[in-house]
T-cell receptor, first 113, second 113 residues
Framework: GDSVTQMEGPVTLSEEAFLTINCTYTATGYPSLFWYVQYPGEGLQLLLKATKADDKGSNKGFEATYRKETTSFHLEKGSVQVSDSAVYFCALSGINAGNMLTFGGGTRLMVKP | GAVVSQHPSWVICKSGTSVKIECRSLDFQATTMFWYRQFPKQSLMLMATSNEGSKATYEQGVEKDKFLINHASLTLSTLTVTSAHPEDSSFYIC?????????FGPGTRLTVL
């Protein structure tokens, strides 16, 4: 079945550091890929998405590129802020999943001033 | 647009009582809603898919008689935790499907004493 693996956290960075959170997936065909962010005590918010190979999703300075050859969708940001501290979830929606999402385990990011 | 609300945002109840959680799509109609459960520092686990006007589809291992789901209108789905026990304490998150994208509610924290 479909699965998503992302790097375990917590990831602790200083403000303005470069961020990478790795995400790889297993699925048949070309699933849609997503990054969600969850702030403390809140639900999930869609951060960005990509629906086909080589697409780049971007939002609020975050980027991720759909790499079919490496089955990856790594999240990057050039300069993190304290306000980026949250839990980040990589997810996929398979081609036969009926819009159901499969989530990775989540990566907690802590940004220190 | 695409705002989803949950009520209550948190609830504390005694063991053996039942608790109802509401999930509403505020500015769109959703024939499909999803219910997730999230344990501390863990990922989201899909509990069930709620379809308006029909019975919910439960994931393997989720007791349908314990977690009653009613999707009576295009903007409201409810999850009732019956005869709650301390092990049911968790963060419950719903999402509503709109144009093949899930929009998440802010979550409900349930604590069973």
């Amino acid at each position: 079945g479909d699965s998503v693996t992302q790097m375990e956290g917590p990831v602790t960075l200083s403000e303005e550091a470069f961020l990478t959170i790795n995400c790889t997936y297993t699925a048949t065909g070309y699933p849609s890929l997503f990054w969600y962010v969850q702030y403390p005590g809140e639900g999930l918010q869609l951060l960005l998405k990509a629906t086909k190979a080589d697409d780049k999703g971007s939002n609020k300075g975050f980027e991720a590129t759909y790499r079919k050859e490496t089955t990856s969708f790594h999240l990057e940001k050039g300069s993190v802020q304290v306000s980026d501290s949250a839990v980040y979830f990589c997810a996929l929606s398979g081609i036969n999943a009926g819009n159901m999402l499969t989530f990775g385990g989540g990566t907690r990011l802590m940004v220190k001033p | 647009g695409a705002v989803v609300s949950q009520h209550p945002s948190w609830v504390i109840c005694k063991s053996g009582t039942s608790v109802k959680i509401e999930c509403r799509s505020l500015d769109f109609q959703a024939t499909t809603m999803f219910w997730y459960r999230q344990f501390p520092k863990q990922s989201l686990m899909l509990m069930a898919t709620s379809n308006e006007g029909s019975k919910a589809t439960y994931e393997q291992g989720v007791e349908k008689d314990k977690f009653l789901i009613n999707h009576a209108s295009l903007t409201l789905s409810t999850l009732t935790v019956t005869s709650a026990h301390p092990e049911d304490s968790s963060f419950y998150i719903c999402s509503a499907l709109r144009r093949n994208e899930q929009f998440f509610g802010p979550g409900t924290r349930l604590t069973v004493l």
